[in-house]
């Protein structure tokens, strides 16, 4: 059963550290998706991939966030430095760019805490 | 820029009633794709069902079915024989046919009642 990983599920962090995110596409899926979610602004687009090259990363602080796909099967979101206001869950999805059914398929998330 | 609009933010319903959730959306594209991913407690989103701007028919699956308005841009979900884990918050989405982000809408919280 194809499903998107994340990983760490948790973070618990110190306002100034360095977090980065992983996140393992469905196999074959072409497209890449980082979106957070807060009790504040809901679920908002951060970045997103396709075929490992970045399309749209309006969404992100420039500042501070960082999203990259290094292979196909690796994509990660870094933040430095973290500040409270980043706490959020932090979902990856993954799809195919065409053909099929434009199906996200969402990873379990990354509760991010900063302190 | 499309917007994506939930007007509901909490429905609750008694088990094995029926229950609509609504959805309205504003877009000038003529092609998208519409979803409803459900999220229960543990967080993980869910794909509910999805429809295809172009295609007339409503969408079913199972006990879940839409009404697709295009012209009202209206897109709302239907749940019937609600069960208790039906208990989640559902949000719609919208998706242009071309750049594949999608937009979401804040949610509604459903709650069955036992």
């Known amino acids: 059963d194809a499903r998107v990983t994340q990983t760490p599920r948790h973070k618990v962090t110190e306002m100034g550290q360095e977090v980065t995110m992983r996140c393992q596409p469905i196999?074959?899926?072409?497209?890449v998706f980082w979106y957070r979610q807060t009790m504040m602004q809901g679920l908002e687009l951060l970045a997103y991939f396709r075929n490992r090259a970045p399309l749209d990363d309006s969404g992100m602080p420039k500042d501070r966030f960082s999203a990259e796909m290094p292979d196909a099967t690796l994509a990660t979101l870094k933040i430095q430095p973290s500040e409270p206001r980043d706490s959020a869950v932090y979902f990856c999805?993954?799809?195919?760019?065409?053909?099929?059914?434009?199906?996200?398929?969402f990873g379990p998330g990354t509760r991010l805490t900063v302190l | 820029a499309q917007t994506v609009t939930q007007s509901q933010p909490e429905m609750s319903v008694q088990e094995a009633e029926t229950v609509t959730l609504s959805c309205t959306y504003d877009t000038s594209e003529s092609d998208y794709y519409l979803f409803w991913y459900k999220q229960p407690p543990s967080r993980q989103m869910i794909l509910v069902i999805r429809q295809e701007a172009y295609k007339q028919q409503n969408a079913t699956e199972n006990r879940f079915s839409v009404n697709f308005q295009k012209a009202a841009k209206s897109f709302s979900l239907k749940i019937s024989d609600s069960q208790l884990g039906d208990a989640a918050m559902y949000f719609c989405a919208y998706r242009s046919a071309g750049p594949e982000k999608l937009t979401f809408g804040t949610g509604t919280r459903l709650t069955i009642i036992p």
């Open positions: 196999l074959g899926h072409n497209t």
């Open positions: 999805a993954s799809g195919l760019a065409s053909g099929g059914d434009r199906r996200q398929f």
